[in-house]
C-alpha cells in the first residue's frame, strides 16, 4: 500500500531533521507514487519513465531545504514532478500530441489534486484490503488486471470481482448511501 500524506510528510521532516533513515525511506517510498503519476501522464513512456522518476528523487534530495513544512508534502512532491516532465518535453521537443498535456501544464489545482488523493486514500481505506489493492493498482497504479493478479497472487476473475465490488460500495458511500 502506498504510503500516505502524514506518513511521506513526517519522513520528509524527519530527513530535514537530520534522520537519515527517514530521508531514505521516504525516498524509497517515493519510487512507487512518481512511477504512477509519470506512468499515467505518459503512455508508452518506456525508459522515460524511470529517467524522470530518478531526476524527481534527486531534485527532492537537493531541494529538500525549500519544502515548508506548514504546506502538504505531496504538492510539494507532484510539482516537482510535473516541472520535471515538462522539461522532459522541452528537451525531447515533443511534438505529437500527449494525452492530457493540457492538464499536466495548468499549476492552478494542483494542490486540490493532491487533496483528492488523500481522500481517495480515506475511501479505500474503509474498503476491505483485497479491494482496495485491486482498485489502486489497475484503476490508479495503471496495472493491468493480469499484473495486479500475479503480484497479488489471485485469479484474474478474483480481481475483477474485487474492483467491481469496491467500486460498487464507493458509489454507494460517496452518494451517501452507506451500506
Known sequence: MPAGEDQ???????GLDGDAASHAAL??????????FFRRRM???????????????????TRRATYD???PFTAWLFAIARYKMIDHFRKNRLTRPIE???DILVAEGF????????DMERLLGDLPPKQA????????????????????????SDVKVSIHRGLKTLAARILGNRR
Open 8 to 14: 511521506l510528510k513526517a519522513l520528509m521532516i524527519g
Open 27 to 36: 525516498l524509497a517510498a517515493l519510487v512507487p507514487l512518481l512511477r504512477a
Open 43 to 61: 503512455r508508452d513512456g518506456g525508459d522515460d519513465i524511470e529517467d524522470l522518476v530518478q531526476e524527481a528523487l534527486i531534485a527532492v534530495h
Open 69 to 71: 513544512r506548514d504546506r
Open 100 to 102: 492530457g498535456l493540457e
Open 111 to 118: 494542490e486540490d489534486a493532491s487533496n483528492a488523493r488523500m
Open 133 to 156: 489493492r485491486a482498485i489502486r493498482e489497475t484503476r490508479i497504479d495503471g496495472l493491468s488486471i493480469a499484473d495486479a493478479a500475479a503480484g497479488a497472487g489471485l485469479g484474474e
